[in-house]
């Protein structure tokens, strides 16, 4: 079993920034791919940016250039630094991996970009 955990969510401003974490129980060398997604309110949750195991990255196009996922194998920890925050933005943002093909998620975190 897997675990992934996140945290670093909360509410901040309108162009501000926040950095989430997502600690897994295992080697995050073992995953196939790691990736972040957000659901809003209503609607359905959509692929925010993705970390393959070969250190490529993909975005979705709204968060280009405002948003980078990384990673630090020695604490088994993937993030997303998030710049320039838009109320749009706001959502409950969950961490996902696939290893040995199952896909698995974390209990999600809340952001919410608001004045």
């Known amino acids: 079993q897997v675990q992934l955990v996140e945290s670093g969510g909360g509410l901040v401003q309108p162009g501000g920034s926040l950095k989430l974490s997502c600690a897994a129980s295992?080697?995050?060398?073992?995953?196939?791919?790691m990736a972040w997604y957000r659901q809003a309110p209503g609607k359905q949750r959509e692929l925010v940016a993705l970390?393959?195991?070969?250190?490529?990255?993909d975005y979705q196009d709204s968060v280009k250039g405002r948003f980078t996922i990384s990673r630090d194998n020695a604490k088994n920890t993937v993030y997303l630094q998030m710049n320039s925050l838009k109320p749009e933005d706001t959502a409950v943002y969950y961490c996902?991996?696939?290893?040995?093909?199952?896909?698995?998620w974390g209990q999600g975190t809340q952001v919410t970009v608001s004045s």
């Open positions: 295992r080697s995050i060398f073992s995953f196939y791919a």
């Open positions: 996902n991996g696939v290893v040995d093909g199952i896909s698995y």
């Open positions: 970390l393959t195991s070969g250190g490529n990255t």
